[in-house]
T-cell receptor
Framework: EAGVVQSPRYKIIEKKQPVAFWCNPI?????LYWYRQNLGQGPELLIR????????DSQLPKDRFSAERLKGVDSTLKIQPAELGDSAVYLC?????????FGQGTRLTVV | GENVEQHPSTLSVQEGDSAVIKCTYS??????FPWYKQELGKGPQLIID?????GEKKDQRIAVTLNKTAKHFSLHITETQPEDSAVYFC?????????????FGKGTKLSVKP
């Protein structure tokens, strides 16, 4: 069974440009998370979905970040416009009724 | 909200020795405590977890202990091997049917010297 799939693996953009990350969770997993991991730090939650509903987006910087999970499966995280401080690894994770599994992440570099 | 503290930030051991990583949490309602291993360039991988109704759990060379009263939990790796070298993260959440929000510690970089 495939794990959590994220794309792209790497992205380099100039500041003020938009960027989007895509996540395909493990089949059947209702819960989907987006985390941001800064260098040398633990993952920090941005948003959690239960099916199509964003149940916790309190840590999502809504002025520039947006997310969607159409049909309760794949999810997209967007940043517009990107800032230098957004450089980080963006991790997607999914969970069924218990364990949370992570994808490999997208490393974003804003120059 | 929940806050998870993790120590030490770096740990170096000789192959064959044991390694212990400790975490404390602040929210007494947290009831699920997983540990993740992250290798360079990869996402975190779940290695073991424990729920608040259990004091200890073991899986081969890895064990986790939980002290609910003191609100701390620990990861123990015995007979360490070079392939155990990675960054380890503890996390805490309130599990109630769904996973809840996993709150992570800042990580421990473990180096196992051959």
């Amino acid at each position: 069974e495939a794990g959590v799939v994220q794309s792209p693996r790497y992205k380099i953009i100039e500041k003020k440009q938009p960027v989007a990350f895509w996540c395909n969770p493990i089949s059947g997993h209702n819960t989907l998370y987006w985390y941001r991991q800064n260098l040398g730090q633990g993952p920090e939650l941005l948003i959690r979905y239960e099916n199509e509903e964003a149940v916790d987006d309190s840590q999502l910087p809504k002025d520039r970040f947006s997310a969607e999970r159409l049909k309760g499966v794949d999810s997209t995280l967007k940043i517009q416009p990107a800032e230098l401080g957004d450089s980080a690894v963006y991790l997607c994770a999914s969970s069924g009724t218990g364990l949370a599994f992570f994808g490999q992440g997208t490393r974003l570099t804003v120059v | 909200g929940e806050n998870v503290e993790q120590h030490p930030s770096t740990l170096s051991v000789q192959e064959g020795d044991s390694a212990v990583i400790k975490c404390t949490y602040s929210d007494s309602a947290s009831n699920y405590f997983p540990w993740y291993k992250q290798e360079l360039g990869k996402g975190p991988q779940l290695i073991i977890d424990i729920r608040s109704n259990v004091g200890e759990k073991k899986d081969q060379r890895i064990a986790v202990t939980l002290n609910k009263t003191a609100k701390h939990f620990s990861l123990h790796i015995t007979e360490t091997q070079p392939e155990d070298s990675a960054v380890y993260f503890c996390a805490a959440s309130k599990y109630g049917g769904s996973q809840g929000n996993l709150i992570f510690g800042k990580g421990t970089k473990l180096s196992v010297k051959p």
